[in-house]
């Protein structure tokens, strides 16, 4: 089931080469990327304190997150992010090529 949403998270693509390509994301409270999957492993960098919701396969994650937190995904898996939080969640997306 989607997540609820009160608009789209707005990404801006920072710098890209033939191996990496790193988007910043900004959500409004609320906000959610829409259900998508990566086609590249990749590395998220929290840039805010906030809340964060992850849906995968039905089930729903949501925690607090710190800036500077960090972790890593897998390519190939379907799922939507939203910000669950009050104030504003940042993060940079960096994926992996090849």
């Known amino acids: 089931m989607p997540f609820e949403s009160t608009g789209a998270a707005v990404p801006t693509v920072l710098a890209e080469d033939d191996r990496m390509k790193a988007t910043r994301w900004d959500f409004p409270p ?10 590249m492993d990749y590395a998220v ?3 805010t304190d906030a809340v964060m919701a992850y849906e995968v396969d039905g089930e729903i994650a949501e925690r607090p997150v710190k800036a500077g937190e960090t972790y890593l995904r897998p ?8 910000n669950a939080g009050d104030g504003p969640l940042s993060f940079v997306e960096i994926e992996i090529k090849g």
Not at 75 to 82: A, L, Q, S, T
């Open 30 to 39: 609320g906000a959610t990327t829409g259900w998508h999957e990566h086609g």
């Open 45 to 47: 960098v929290v840039l």
């Open 75 to 82: 390519k190939g898996v379907k799922h939507d992010v939203r």
